[in-house]
């Protein structure tokens, strides 16, 4: 079974903060997604990475960077979280099928 | 226009019936297309995935897609209490998957 995970359920930030968070998956998957999700406007992509050290901008980047040092790990980070930065943060990755799995999601919520 | 549209609902149906969902997508080039089950609170989970014209049965649920008209549907049949949630039609175009705003299933005891 593909298993992605997520570093926090649960998160909480002050505005201005650096906030991480890390997604690892065990399927040596080359493909590894970035998405915010919020209610009535659904899942919206905002990075992904085909490669190790390669990046590529979704539809809403503005705000976030992601790194991704190793094929397993896939970073966002909110280099001076706002408020509008609170959803739910969900990590997806995909080898050479097309199905992509998620993980179980990072709810943050920005103060 | 958004790329995969579904109708919002909520959709309740009695157990035991079928419910049916449904998605139209605007990228006549799209390839693949996928059902996800999402749970208040989790994250998406794969039902079904379909790649051809016709339909694709798996136990109780059945995937439909038909390429000409743009739509993709899920059939389940004898719906279950456990069948409430939320799910997410998406459409792989190019490189990129397209989710849908998802649709809300109650099934009612």
């Given at each position: 079974?593909?298993?992605?995970?997520?570093?926090?359920?649960?998160?909480?930030?002050r505005?201005?903060?650096?906030?991480?968070?890390?997604?690892?998956?065990d399927?040596?998957?080359?493909?590894?997604?970035w998405?915010?999700?919020?209610?009535?406007l659904?899942?919206?992509?905002?990075?992904f990475s085909y490669?190790?050290?390669?990046?590529?901008?979704?539809?809403?980047?503005?705000?976030?960077s992601?790194?991704?040092?190793?094929k397993?790990?896939?970073?966002?980070?909110?280099?001076?979280?706002?408020?509008?930065?609170?959803s739910?943060?969900?990590?997806?990755?995909?080898?050479?099928?097309?199905?992509?799995?998620?993980?179980p999601?990072?709810?943050?919520?920005?103060? | 226009?958004?790329?995969?549209?579904?109708n919002?609902?909520?959709?309740?149906?009695?157990?035991?019936?079928?419910?049916?969902?449904?998605?139209?997508?605007?990228?006549?080039?799209?390839q693949?297309?996928?059902?996800?089950?999402?749970y208040?609170g989790?994250?998406?989970?794969l039902?079904?995935?379909?790649?051809?014209?016709g339909?694709?049965?798996?136990?109780?649920?059945?995937?439909?897609?038909?390429?000409?008209?743009?739509?993709?549907?899920?059939?389940i049949?004898d719906?279950?209490?456990?069948?409430?949630?939320?799910?997410?039609?998406?459409?792989?175009?190019?490189?990129?998957?397209?989710?849908?705003?998802?649709?809300?299933?109650?099934?009612?005891?």
């Amino acid at each position: 079974d593909v298993k992605v995970t997520q570093s926090s359920r649960y998160l909480v930030k002050r505005t201005g903060e650096k906030v991480f968070l890390e997604c690892v998956q065990d399927m040596d998957h080359e493909n590894m997604f970035w998405y915010r999700q919020d209610p009535g406007l659904g899942l919206r992509l905002i990075y992904f990475s085909y490669d190790v050290k390669m990046k590529e901008k979704g539809d809403i980047p503005e705000g976030y960077s992601v790194s991704r040092e190793k094929k397993e790990r896939f970073s966002l980070i909110l280099e001076s979280a706002s408020t509008n930065q609170t959803s739910m943060y969900l990590c997806a990755s995909r080898g050479d099928g097309e199905t992509q799995y998620f993980g179980p999601g990072t709810r943050l919520l920005v103060l | 226009q958004k790329e995969v549209e579904q109708n919002s609902g909520p959709l309740s149906v009695p157990e035991g019936a079928i419910a049916s969902l449904n998605c139209t997508y605007s990228d006549r080039g799209s390839q693949s297309f996928f059902w996800y089950r999402q749970y208040s609170g989790k994250s998406p989970e794969l039902i079904m995935s379909i790649y051809s014209n016709g339909d694709k049965e798996d136990g109780r649920f059945t995937a439909q897609l038909n390429k000409a008209s743009q739509y993709v549907s899920l059939l389940i049949r004898d719906s279950q209490p456990s069948d409430s949630a939320t799910y997410l039609c998406a459409v792989n175009t190019g490189n990129q998957f397209y989710f849908g705003t998802g649709t809300s299933l109650t099934v009612i005891p």
